[in-house]
């Protein structure tokens, strides 16, 4: 059962432009100002435990298309090559920091820890783990949840503070400036917040200073920890082979991120007010029920894991309110997705929709449309196979 609700975690991932950040990095702020309506207002279907889903197929036909819509009616077709579309070099551009980053969050979650050994004898270079403490400002005027040694619970923190240096989860090019110095020295980190920025719109393109002290420096990953610890439990048969999965993992996350983004920013459509509202209504019933069943995973209400997971108080209400932008991009991509859809006329089958839930461990095909009904599942796979398609012809500059 656990195998068939992550059916819709994945779908809300495939369809999600934002990027999950570091808090001090979350510099994909829209300028989009969207007014949205309660719970109550939309009638959105709430689910209270049961596992009957089906709700999330209404006004989609059996081949994964929204019933009586003609996308190409509202989209600029022509005006967009999906086939063969440029990804610039600096999108795809993958530095030794965020590989590493990656890996070693990899280890982390599976429980492999890296020798506690302290290097201080050499300089910072790019990719290596790195334990520093910062203290930041703006105008010389020290700023809310910008020193290391505090936590957001208030507690201080004398451990230190981990990054990579290279890596690109940190506001502006802060963590390539760390590259360079030595433990125990202390020196200013110059960096400009993005315009806008969604985490403190006060701070949006205002130029701020970090003191940084380099504690020390990690210990490197190694060919000789791969084999005494990794060899073996998993595909990954050599240490470069390990690197490369990973590298090929980023590049197309990186990929797929500026495709997503190339949809919602450059392709235009135009949608009625009536058929907008719609399939509003049907992102937020489809962000709501994700909600949902994270929180039953964690076997707590709803509005609990609302409130312990974004810090809003008003349930559903401020859910959907944390969330417009998303839910309102969600609606353009969808239907440019089913422009392309129309444009190459194509439509999952029988044995596509039964391959693409066994791959994903569904066992009894029949229990996962009695679920989510069938149409929804198709529309999952339709907007897969449009992505794929377009990811596979892309153009890498």
């Known amino acids: 059962m656990k ?7 994945a779908a809300a991932v495939l369809l999600s432009v934002s990027a999950c950040n570091s808090s001090k990095n979350n510099d994909n702020g829209e300028n989009t100002t969207t007014t949205t309506p309660s719970a109550d207002e939309i009638e959105i279907p709430i689910n209270n435990g049961d596992v009957d889903l089906k709700f999330l197929s209404d006004g989609i036909d059996e081949h994964g298309y929204w019933e009586g819509v003609n996308a190409l009616d509202y989209v600029d077709i022509e005006g967009f090559n999906y086939v063969g579309l440029e990804i610039p070099a600096e999108s795809h551009t993958i530095t ?19 020798p506690e050994d302290k290097i201080t004898d050499r300089a910072v270079k790019d990719g290596d783990k790195v334990n520093i403490d910062y203290v930041g400002s703006i105008d010389g ?57 969604q985490n403190n719109p006060d701070f949006a393109g205002k130029d701020a200073v970090f003191e940084v002290t380099v504690n020390y420096i990690h210990p490197p990953f190694t060919k000789e920890y791969f084999d005494e610890n990794i060899a073996g439990m998993f ?6 082979e390990m690197k ?9 996350d990186m990929v797929m991120a500026f495709i997503m983004q190339y949809l919602l920013d450059e392709v235009e459509v135009n949608l009625p007010e009536e058929l907008h509202a719609k399939l509003l209504k049907s992102s937020q019933t489809r962000t709501v029920e994700d909600y ?8 707590i209400e709803l509005e609990m894991y609302i409130s ?34 129309e444009d190459m006329e194509i439509a999952p089958t029988e044995g596509e929709l039964e391959e693409y839930l066994t791959g994903r461990g569904v066992e009894e095909v029949s229990l996962a449309y009695g679920i989510y009904g069938k149409p929804f599942i198709a ?3 339709l907007h897969e196979t449009i992505l794929d398609y377009v990811f596979e012809n892309a153009k890498l500059l």
Not at 235 to 240: A, E, M
Not at 292 to 298: E, I
Not at 311 to 338: C, F, M, P, R, Y
């Open 244 to 252: 490369e999965a990973f590298r090929e993992e980023i590049e197309r």
């Open 96 to 114: 030794l920091g965020k590989l590493n980053w990656t890996i070693d969050d990899f280890l982390a979650r599976n429980a492999f820890f890296l």
């Open 308 to 341: 312990l997971v974004l810090g809003l108080d008003n349930g559903i209400d401020s859910l959907l309110e944390e969330t417009a932008v998303n839910d309102s991009n969600n609606v353009h991509k969808w239907i440019v997705i089913q422009a392309i859809a």
């Open 379 to 381: 529309q999952m796979l």
């Open 3 to 9: 195998k068939l609700l992550c059916i819709l975690s």
């Open 141 to 197: 005027v020290e700023f809310e949840r910008g020193n290391s040694k505090i936590g957001e619970d208030g507690f201080v923190n004398e451990n230190g503070y981990d990054v990579f240096a290279g890596n690109d989860n940190f506001i502006d090019d802060f963590l390539t400036q760390i590259i360079g110095h030595t433990p125990g020295e202390t020196f200013d980190v110059n960096v400009s917040f993005p315009d806008p920025y």
């Open 235 to 240: 595909d990954w048969k050599t240490f470069d």
């Open 292 to 299: 949902r069943a994270s929180a039953s995973r964690y076997n």
